[in-house]
C-alpha cells in the first residue's frame, strides 16, 4: 500500500508542474486529510523538491541511458521524489525511499512507469558515493548547486555583482524566518511576548522595527489562540519595513492599490489610528475577501477594502495623504517561500515593467499635494525595480526622490538615497524594493 504523505506530496508536485500553481495552495489541498506526522513528511517532501529540483535532475540525469532525453513528466517527478529522499533524507532508509516512490506510481494508475523508475532510482543508489555536484563559482555550477537557473544567476551578477550574488544563492536554500506584527489596537508587544511564550512559542522583539517580532515554533502560527483572537498577523520584514517607508501618521488617508492578501493594510490601520482611513483595493473581487476576514478578525474597522482596477485611475475617491502601490511582480525576492517562483522564464515577465509603471503613474494620480508615493516589489529584478522608478521620474517632474531614512538597515550595494533594495542574507527578510516620492506642495 503506497503510503499516503509521499503519494500526496508527488500529486502535489505534479500539479504545480502541470497547472503553474502556487506551492502554499497547492499544498494545502494535498495535505487535507492527513495527520500531522504524514502533513509534516509530506511538507518537506514537497518543498524539498521544488526547491533542489536543478540539482536532483543532475543527479538523475547520470543515471540514465540516455542523459539527453528527458524521460517521462510524472516519472521524472518519481525520481526527483527518490531522489531527494536518498540524499536530503537522512532518516530515511535507501530502500524505503526506492520502493515507496515506486508504490505512489502505482497509486496514482501509472504502474507502467515503475519498472523505470525502481532501475533509475536503484541505479543512483550504487552510484552514490561517486556523484559530485560541479565546483567552482560558474554561474552553471552555482546554477547546478543552489538549484537556480543561470539566466537568473548571470541577471543577478549583472545588477549586484558576484559577492552579493552568491550570498543571496547561499540565502536561496535557508529556512525563511517567520516574523509577526504585534496589532497595537488590542494588544502591546511585550503583553504578547509573554502569552505566546507561555504557550512554548519563542517570541524575540526587534528594537529596530517597533511592533515587529520573530517567532520560533512548530507548526502554523495560525493555530494560536492569539492569532485567533487577533493580536496579531504574519508578515515578513521586508514588507512591515515598506510600510515604515510610506510614513503614514494618526489621522491620515492612505491608499493600497494592490493590497491584498492585505498584511500591509492591517499595519499602515495601525498607523493611521481610528480617526485615519485606509483604502485597501485589490483587482479580484476573491481577494478583498481575504482583506475583508483579516479586517473582520483583527479588529480594524478604519479600513474600507473594495475591488477596484488601479489602472483606470482613483476618480471618485479622496486624495490620499500618502499611497502605497506594492505591484505585481515576478517574485524573484521570495524564493525561500515559494521555490518554484525561481524556475519562472525571464522571457515570461519581460511585460511586466510596462505594467508596473502603468499602475505606479495611475496611482501617482490619487497623491495630494505634499503627499508621499511609494512603489515596491517583491522581485530582485532591476528592470522592474530601479528602472521603473527611474522612468516615472523621468516622467513626473511634479514628483522628487524623497530620500529613505531607515536606520538599522544595511545597504548591501550602493544605489540612489530614495531607492531601497533588501536581500535575503541582510537582516532576515525576503527580497525586496522600494522606492519614495514626494509630491510638490
Known amino acids: 500500500m503506497a503510503d499516503p504523505a509521499r503519494t500526496a506530496a508527488l500529486q502535489a508536485l505534479l500539479k504545480v508542474e502541470e497547472d503553474a500553481g502556487y506551492s502554499n495552495l497547492v499544498l494545502d489541498k494535498a495535505l487535507k486529510g492527513l495527520g500531522p506526522r504524514d502533513r509534516a513528511l509530506a511538507s518537506a517532501l514537497f518543498y524539498g523538491v521544488l526547491e533542489r529540483r536543478l540539482t536532483l535532475d543532475y543527479y538523475i540525469a547520470r543515471c540514465l541511458r540516455d542523459p539527453k532525453k528527458r524521460p517521462d513528466p510524472i516519472a521524472l517527478e518519481a525520481l526527483r521524489c527518490g531522489a531527494y529522499q536518498i540524499f536530503y533524507m537522512d532518516r530515511v532508509p535507501e530502500s524505503a525511499a526506492v520502493n515507496e516512490t515506486v508504490e505512489c506510481l502505482k497509486a496514482l494508475g501509472k504502474g507502467k512507469l515503475s519498472g523505470f523508475v525502481n532501475g533509475v532510482l536503484r541505479a543512483l543508489l550504487r552510484k552514490k558515493p561517486a556523484l559530485s555536484l560541479p565546483q567552482g563559482d560558474s554561474p552553471r555550477a552555482w546554477a547546478v548547486r543552489y538549484s537556480v537557473p543561470e539566466l537568473l544567476i548571470r541577471l543577478w551578477m549583472a545588477a549586484y555583482g558576484r559577492g552579493v550574488t552568491e550570498k543571496i544563492l547561499e540565502a536561496s536554500l535557508k529556512k525563511a524566518g517567520l516574523y509577526i506584527r504585534v496589532n497595537t489596537e488590542r494588544t502591546t508587544p511585550g503583553a504578547l511576548k509573554e502569552e505566546l511564550e507561555k504557550e512554548g512559542v519563542g517570541c524575540e522583539l526587534l528594537p529596530e522595527l517597533a ?32 510600510c515604515r517607508l510610506l510614513g503614514a501618521r494618526p489621522g491620515e488617508t492612505v491608499c493600497d492599490c494592490c493590497a491584498a492578501p492585505g498584511g500591509k493594510s492591517f499595519t499602515l490601520a495601525q498607523e493611521v489610528g481610528a480617526a485615519g482611513r485606509v483604502y485597501a483595493l485589490d483587482l479580484y473581487e476573491s481577494r478583498v475577501g481575504l482583506i475583508e476576514k483579516g479586517r473582520e478578525r483583527l479588529g480594524l474597522s478604519n479600513i474600507d477594502a473594495r475591488p477596484h482596477d488601479a489602472l483606470t485611475g482613483f476618480g471618485g475617491f479622496p486624495a490620499f495623504h500618502r499611497v502605497l502601490c506594492d505591484v505585481p511582480c515576478s517574485g524573484f525576492g521570495v524564493i525561500r517561500r515559494k521555490p518554484e517562483i525561481r524556475y519562472k522564464s525571464l522571457a515570461g515577465v519581460k511585460e511586466l515593467p510596462a505594467l508596473q509603471l502603468a499602475i505606479l503613474e495611475k496611482a501617482a494620480g490619487a497623491v495630494a499635494p505634499g503627499g508621499r508615493l511609494v512603489y515596491s516589489t517583491c522581485t530582485l529584478n532591476p528592470a522592474e525595480n530601479s528602472q521603473v522608478a527611474e522612468s516615472f521620474l523621468a516622467r513626473h517632474p511634479e514628483f522628487s526622490p524623497s530620500p529613505i531614512e531607515a536606520p538599522g538597515l544595511a545597504r548591501p550595494f550602493a544605489e540612489p538615497g530614495h531607492m531601497l533594495t533588501l536581500l535575503p542574507f541582510s537582516g532576515g527578510s525576503d527580497g525586496f524594493f522600494a522606492a519614495v516620492f514626494t509630491r510638490t506642495p
Not at 492569539?226 to 520584514?237: M, S, W
Request: hydrophobic share 40%; proline share 3%.
Open 211 to 242: 511592533g515587529a517580532a520573530k517567532l520560533t515554533m512548530e507548526g502554523s502560527p495560525t493555530g494560536l489562540r492569539a492569532f485567533k483572537e487577533g493580536r496579531f498577523h504574519v508578515q515578513d520584514l521586508s514588507a512591515q519595513w515598506v
